[in-house]
């Protein structure tokens, strides 16, 4: 998919410090808005997600998904003459976004103070587990453990089942996308200020943060949820129902919409029933209206279900796998998954940046082989070679 008009952030150069999942699908998606990325790795096997499977024809999709439209050079800061190269590049950059454990960049020599003596103007993004400062700084972190840690695990899963994660890295990929805007939003304000910020984001923070529903309920009773399966913890019905040949989403948790729902179950008298007056009411018995409602939907096939209940304005969905969201007709006409020629593998598709900039599509170059790209780096940023 070619791009039409310029990036929003062509211009932008990012050195890239970052390795593995939050922090590369960070830089990702400002390179995919049209910012210069330059991934530095480690000479000896580069960022540890290269070996991380699925693997075809020995090349890890999962890397190349997050490390589109980047340039790679290999430097080892522990050595004095790669650590000068860095900071020459620093000192040409808008940007630097590092994931290491906090306490590392200030042993490499590499921290804020001093990149920011370098380059006043840079923006420093550090994205760690538990933060730069706090009694959990120096714990490692991986996503199921900030997942555990964050309540989000608690929340996850039936009620009498144990907790479970979330599906996806999805503690990893919020600390992403709440980077890309931290970024984005300190390159505005140094247009207005002139200098740069040190950015601290921690994943446990991220993931803390967006659990809206589950923090209201939580500063509203001081009571920590617990799980619910897939019903919606405060809104009913708003859950999973079976059907003859499947199963389906339905979200009639309004008034208006209940009682619709109540008509086209041919049951008009539930909408007097004292269980099920109001949203509070109706959670309270939701066990005894979830019986009702599948006692309708379990004689109809999903696709009629949907059918009368869209007719009707109820929100309804079936559920779908991972291929047919993908591959679906909507995700089709919105040109979520795109392809582009990769060198080693063909034909390769990729999913890259969701959001519409006006008329700007982003292209897709596949992610660089280690060291690829370090002449034309060296060239283009600092005018040698």
Not at 23 to 45: M, Q, R
Not at 242 to 256: F, H, R
Request: hydrophobic share 40%.
């Amino acid at each position: 998919m070619a791009s039409v008009k310029q990036g929003p952030l062509d211009g932008v150069k990012i050195v890239d410090l970052t390795r593995v999942l939050a922090g590369p699908f960070c830089t990702a998606l400002l390179a995919d808005l049209g910012a210069d990325v330059i991934k530095i790795e480690n000479p000896v096997g580069g960022d540890d997600a290269r070996s991380f499977g699925p693997f075809k024809r020995d090349r890890s999709i999962y890397f190349a998904l997050i490390n589109r439209n980047k340039r790679s050079i290999c430097l080892d800061l522990k050595q004095d003459g790669d650590r000068e190269i860095l900071k020459k590049l620093v000192a040409r950059a808008d940007v630097l976004v590092e994931n290491f454990r906090p306490g590392v960049t200030a042993r490499l020599g590499v921290e804020y103070a001093a990149m920011s003596a370098i380059n006043p103007r840079l923006i420093y993004l550090s994205i760690s587990g538990f933060g730069q400062e706090g009694p959990l700084s120096s714990k490692p972190a991986f996503d199921t453990i900030v997942q555990a840690m964050s309540g989000l695990m608690s929340v996850t899963g039936a009620p009498d089942q144990g907790p479970t994660r979330v599906g996806e890295s999805i503690a990893d990929v919020m600390t992403g996308l709440y980077g890309a805007g931290a970024v984005s939003t300190a390159l505005y304000a140094r247009e207005q200020t002139g200098r740069g910020v040190h950015l601290d984001l921690a994943m446990f923070d991220a993931l803390l943060s967006v659990q809206i529903t589950s923090l209201a309920q939580l500063l509203t009773t001081g009571i920590a949820p617990g799980r619910v399966g897939n019903r919606h913890p405060v809104s009913t019905p708003f859950d999973t129902f079976v059907a003859s040949d499947g199963m389906v989403v339905i979200g009639a948790a309004t008034k208006p919409m209940f009682e619709t729902l109540c008509a086209l179950m041919g049951r008009p008298e539930l909408i007097l029933d004292p269980r099920f007056t109001s949203e509070g009411q109706r959670t309270q018995h939701e066990p005894e209206l979830k019986v009702i409602i599948e006692q309708w939907t379990s004689r109809l096939p999903v696709a009629e279900i949907i059918r009368v209940c869209e007719a009707a304005g109820i929100p309804v969905g079936p559920i779908w796998d991972l291929k047919a969201a993908a591959f679906g007709l909507n995700a089709q006409a919105r040109q979520l998954v795109s392809s582009a020629t990769h060198p080693h593998l063909g034909k390769m598709q990729y999913v890259a940046q969701p959001v519409r900039y006006g008329d700007f599509r982003p292209a897709i170059v596949p992610e660089p082989d280690l060291g690829a790209d370090t002449h034309d780096i060296l060239r283009d940023w600092l005018g040698e070679g």
